[in-house]
């Protein structure tokens, strides 16, 4: 049997409806030479009947065998997979028709390139229309950018982290299997980032996926999203030997760190702007429990960040997104984590 050109990973947990929805977007793409791989962690298996009901040879099921953490889910998926190149799609989210054949075409045509991102969009639940996220400005008029322009981009948080991490892309298998997987590179970011040592990226200025924003997505549950997120930037300090060259290895550690310095406020904003005020204080609570104590300076950046309108808000925390001097300067402010 020949291999397939593309395995599409997809990791599921308890959503049934939301599967079969994924999986149809991927048979519906247009792209035929390829396979799909569930890897199910729910205790009562519910995605199977998903595929058992679609009957096709292309589709395959897993039961996880080491079921606790998201990233182990994408970990077992990945590690079945058989095609050149891979992708991982979470059972919430969709691809838009021509995703695969377009983004294949660049990694089959462009050897020096080891991972292609698409322009997406942002479906929140309770919400009427969607955000779109093109990005114009960062990989230029090529729309490539060499592959330590782009991990720098995405853990300096050159124009506004995490948008340069285009959320989900396709990439070289290959890659992915020297880096161990998801071994250390356990988020979509760090991910995303350590992929930029095997090549060049490339970027399709134009919305081929959707991102689902909801009661059992991550950014719903900030507090272990953002831990799971800085327990990432731990093991990207860990990656196999050979992964980062010695010459970059003292500014990959310092990229690190400036990530790992903006993660609080990352998800503080997620809380402001998702859930409102009182969430965001709660948030804010949260995070001083584990050792986040703030500067009254801090302090009085949140309460502005409460009372003035949401523009102003959003300019506040963008702002500080987008600025490594002024996490520094923050930074000497902390007392703790």
Known sequence: MTSPVVSVCIPTHDRPQLLREAIGSVLDNGFPNLEIIVSDDAPNGSGRAVVEALADPRVRYLRNPNPGTKASNWDCALRAATGRYAFKLDDDDRIL???????????????????????????????????????????????????????????????????????????????????DFYRHASEDFAFSAALGFFGRVAYLPEV???????????????????????????????????????????????????????????????????????????????LRRYGAAWSPMMILGLVAATVTPLWLRRFFFDWYQRSPALQRIILACFKGK
């Open 208 to 286: 081929l996926y959707e991102w689902r924003v909801h009661r059992g997505s991550g950014v719903r549950n900030l507090l272990r999203t953002w831990r799971l997120s800085d327990e990432a930037c731990e093991g990207l300090l860990h990656l196999p030997a050979g992964i980062v060259p010695s010459a970059v290895q003292n500014h990959w550690r310092r990229c690190v760190a400036v990530t790992r310095r903006a993660l609080p406020l990352f998800y503080l904003r997620a809380a402001f702007m998702e859930g409102g005020v009182r969430e965001g204080w709660s948030f804010w609570n949260t």
């Open 97 to 179: 028709p021509g995703f695969l054949s377009q983004c294949i075409t660049i990694l089959e045509q462009e050897p020096d390139v080891a991972s292609v991102y698409t322009g997406h969009r942002i479906l929140r639940e309770g919400q009427d229309g969607a955000e779109t996220v093109i990005d114009t400005t960062f990989f230029g008029a090529t729309f490539r950018v060499d592959g330590e322009a782009y991990w720098r981009g995405v853990l300096a948080n050159e124009d506004g982290y995490p948008r340069n991490q285009k959320t989900a892309g396709v990439f070289r298998r290959e890659a992915a299997e020297r880096l």
